[in-house]
């Protein structure tokens, strides 16, 4: 070693070139991991944040199905709890109505056995089921529903009973005039007058449906303060023979009700002995000749009663008014309904009589009834009528007054022929003809007198004023 040499400097230490390669490494690799492995890792730790939050939405929602699935099986049982309630209420219905039907029967057994004979009680049976109480029980008191409680007929109703009647004919009716006099309008451009007429043959001035006359004629002469105007329509198609019943029935209705008018809207016009006994005894007729309808809503009719169906609506929705079947009985003055929009009595089948509606003009139960026919189908017999009246009443109660008691108007057709029934009570009868025709025609002011039946009385209490055989 040298003078003059600085002993305390270290050497110079020079690394191989493998190990820069690894310094640099070490320096790269750190470098890459932050530039390349974190942004991978946040990227897919974001991936798998959406994909928690995903199945915890699918969980939710299966969860949500779950309670679903709970809420429509808890559903279903309680939609069969009610069902088998509802099956249960009608099986205790169906019961009532047949212990109903038991009773009913044993109390006309009883009356059978009593009185040798079976007969109807009417309303007095009816009334004394629906109060839950004995015949016996009811008595005179007013109970019920809207059944009339001035008893007509007189209180005598065994009808084994013969009196002494007088002889009416069809020559030698109380009301018949030598000289037939009509009360027929007669219209200007602006007033309507009544002239009495004197008609000595069967010519009558005829009107056309929706005739402003009749309208004039309604307006002027017809007012009233009721809501249904006191105006009858009557229908009648066909060449059918006006026999005794169709004269006894118009004739009820002018006797009991006495109409401002009586319209007959025809499209054969009647003709025969008792069409002109009416015409004689009646002087408020006036004859409509209209066109029966051939179709409803595009579909042909079948049947004639169809047409009449159809055309009563109109009828009633123009004019407002009563409307009676030609068969239809009238006992008593309807008056007392005349204040509601529109009424209709229940018939034995518990559907709703079609042969006596009341309306005001322009009904809203009348109009949607007419609007029904949209659905109709030809080959229904009574789906657009009868049917569709009760569907009707069910769907819109406060549109129409039902009476509930069907005595009032339609007792069972059972009764009207070989039985008697009490109709103390009722405003009308229907006269079922099905199967009964050729009884019907065979009746007349002479086999009435004797005619121990329903039918035989109602025609002598009509006709003579009392209901009891004639000696």
């Known amino acids: 070693m040298g003078i003059g040499t600085n002993i305390s400097k270290k050497p110079k230490i020079v690394f191989p070139t493998c190990i820069r390669l690894v310094r640099i490494f070490c320096f790269i690799i750190p470098s890459l991991v932050m530039f390349l492995v974190i942004p991978y890792a946040y990227v897919h730790m974001d991936s798998f944040s959406i994909y928690r939050k995903v199945q915890a939405k699918e969980n939710n929602e299966t969860q949500l199905f779950k309670i679903t699935s709970a809420r429509m099986q808890n559903t279903l049982r309680t939609s069969k709890l009610k069902d088998s309630r509802r099956v249960a209420k009608q099986n205790n219905e169906t019961q009532i109505l047949k212990n109903t039907l038991a009773r009913i029967q044993n109390i006309l057994r009883a009356s059978k056995q009593a009185r040798g004979r079976s007969r109807e009680e009417s309303c007095d049976i009816e009334i004394a089921l629906l109060r839950n109480r004995t015949v016996k029980e009811l008595g005179t008191s007013p109970v019920g529903l809207s059944v009339n409680y001035t008893a007509i007929g007189g209180t005598d109703w065994n009808f084994n009973t013969s009196i002494r009647c007088s002889n009416i004919t069809s020559s030698n009716f109380p009301q018949r005039k030598k000289n037939r006099h009509q009360n027929l309008p007669k219209c200007d451009a602006e007033y309507v007058k009544l002239e009495n007429l004197e008609r000595m043959n069967d010519s009558f001035p005829l009107f056309g449906s929706r005739d402003n006359c009749i309208r004039k004629k309604i307006n002027t002469f017809c007012k009233t303060d009721l809501v ?92 407002g008014g009563i409307y009676l079947d030609t068969d239809q009985l009238l006992l008593r003055s309807v008056d007392r309904f005349r204040n509601k929009d529109c009424t209709m009595g229940w018939a034995p089948d518990i559907s709703i009589g079609s042969a006596l509606i009341l309306a005001k003009k322009q009904s809203s139960f009348i109009r949607r009834w007419i609007e029904s026919y949209a659905s109709y189908n030809p080959k229904l017999w009574g789906e657009n009528s009868v049917l569709m009246a009760a569907k009707l009443a069910i769907q819109y109660p406060t549109l129409i007054n039902v009476e509930k008691h069907y005595c009032l108007f339609y007792p069972d057709p059972v009764y009207y022929y070989n039985h008697n029934y009490k109709w103390s009570h009722s405003y009308s009868l229907h006269i079922f003809k099905q199967g009964k025709m050729e009884q019907m025609k065979a009746m007349n002011f002479t086999s009435i007198r004797k005619l121990n039946s329903t039918l035989g009385a109602v025609f002598r209490y009509i006709l003579f004023g009392n209901k009891e055989l004639c000696l």
């Open 228 to 319: 249904v105007p006191n105006i009858v329509h009557f229908i009648w198609f066909g060449n059918l023979k006006f026999d005794f019943i169709y004269f006894v029935a118009m004739y009820s209705t002018f006797k009991h009700q006495n109409p401002c008018v009586i319209f007959v809207y025809y499209d054969t016009l009647p003709s025969g002995e008792y069409w002109t006994l009416l015409l004689d005894v009646v002087p408020n007729i006036i004859l409509v000749s209209v066109t029966s309808p051939s179709e409803i809503s595009g579909r042909k009719i079948i049947y004639v009663q169809h047409k009449s169906d159809i055309l009563r609506l109109l009828i009633l929705k123009e004019y």
